[in-house]
């Protein structure tokens, strides 16, 4: 493995890496300049030279150039200096420069990842980091995925979001084509296993009967919490969850806190004693959330002993 000098990665808190930044950044907007001109050289130019010195056209410039001005200004004079090691101690702090140039690189070919045809370069970028990440974690690349979103708060609402839809799919499998599910309880059928439901779904695509799952599903018919049940996280959970709750109809008195330790992880003996409460009552439990690295503190779950914990559950005939 090659070694990283992390020094090289930031652009520094004095600008000690100014030289390599700005003229990567130089190269890589040139890069877009000239990919720009050379599409379709043949084509004419659409803002003509006549235009481009009009008087219209350089005042209209020139408030531009006044606005970015006022904006560097502005940001200079009260924004707070992450990248000085002054503030390591907060939550915010310096990002990667080559994060920074990338940003900056691709914000110019603005591309949609909506659809494929919008942005075929990172579309398939977003596919490889997915198998990546998922790789890094120990998942199967060749079964695993993922999207990337803007940021964590937009992140837990797409689990949350998933976690809900996916609690709801036995139920209307059992509709659709109860031989799939035959002679399962809906006790059964809401605790069936995330990756038996993908796998009924291949099936059921394949049959083209995917919209008639979805059709009977919560994303039609709406939120029923007697089936879809409780999300457990830890008090340590970003704010984002109990906002997550509210968007999604789950309602915050169904996202049930479990207490942290003396170092602000999740307690797993709570944990243990509520999933065991809700089971014994038939509660459906929708997931469970594990924090890496809480907001305030930074504290990190013990995530691979709550996978553990959750695997012994499903083979058990409880999925959480």
């Given amino acids: 493995m090659k070694k990283v000098d992390v020094d090289a990665l930031f652009i520094g808190p004095k600008s000690e890496n100014r030289d390599y930044f700005k003229g990567m950044l130089n ?5 877009h300049l000239f990919w720009r001109r050379d599409f379709h050289p043949n084509d004419q130019e659409y803002i003509k030279i006549r235009e481009r010195y009009s008087e219209d056209f350089m005042l209209t410039q020139e408030r531009m150039t006044e ?11 009260s924004s707070m200096p992450w990248a000085s090691p002054r503030y390591l101690g907060h939550m915010n702090s310096d990002t990667l420069a080559v994060a ?26 977003e596919i490889e980091a997915g198998k990546q ?4 974690l120990g998942y199967d690349p060749g079964k695993s995925w993922g999207h990337i ?22 139920l209307a499998i059992k509709e659709v084509k109860p031989e799939l599910v035959n002679g399962k309880s809906e006790w059964e059928l809401l605790n069936t296993p995330v990756s038996e439901c993908l796998d009924m779904l291949d099936i059921l695509k394949k049959e083209g009967l995917f919209e008639a799952i979805k059709d ?25 969850w109990v906002k997550a709750a509210d968007i999604f109809g789950i309602g915050q008195e ?27 009552e038939k509660i ?14 930074r504290a990190i779950d013990h995530v691979d002993t709550i996978a553990e914990m959750l695997e012994e559950y499903e083979r058990k005939g409880v999925s959480c």
């Avoid at 190269?27 to 890069?31: G, I």
């Avoid at 979103?149 to 036995?170: F, H, S």
Wanted: glycine letters at 4%.
């Fill in 254 to 280: 169904n996202m049930v806190p479990i207490q942290v330790d003396e170092h602000f992880r999740m307690d797993l003996e709570h944990l243990k004693k509520v999933i065991d409460g809700f089971i014994a």
């Fill in 284 to 297: 459906p439990i929708m997931g469970i959330v594990a924090v890496v690295g809480t907001t305030e503190e």
């Fill in 133 to 136: 990440l998922a790789e890094m």
């Fill in 149 to 170: 979103t803007c940021d964590g708060t937009v992140a837990n609402y797409e689990a949350l979001w998933l976690a809900r839809n996916v609690k709801t799919i036995p």
């Fill in 216 to 240: 009977r599903s919560v994303r039609v018919k709406g939120i029923d919490l007697k089936k879809c049940g409780k999300f457990l996280v830890p008090q340590s959970r970003h704010y984002s």
């Fill in 27 to 31: 190269f890589l907007v040139d890069e």
């Fill in 67 to 77: 606005t970015l001005h006022e904006l560097s200004s502005r940001l200079k004079e």
């Fill in 100 to 125: 920074n140039l990338a940003y900056l690189t691709t914000i110019l070919y603005n591309p949609n990842n909506v659809a494929y045809e919008a942005s075929p370069v990172t579309t398939a970028l």
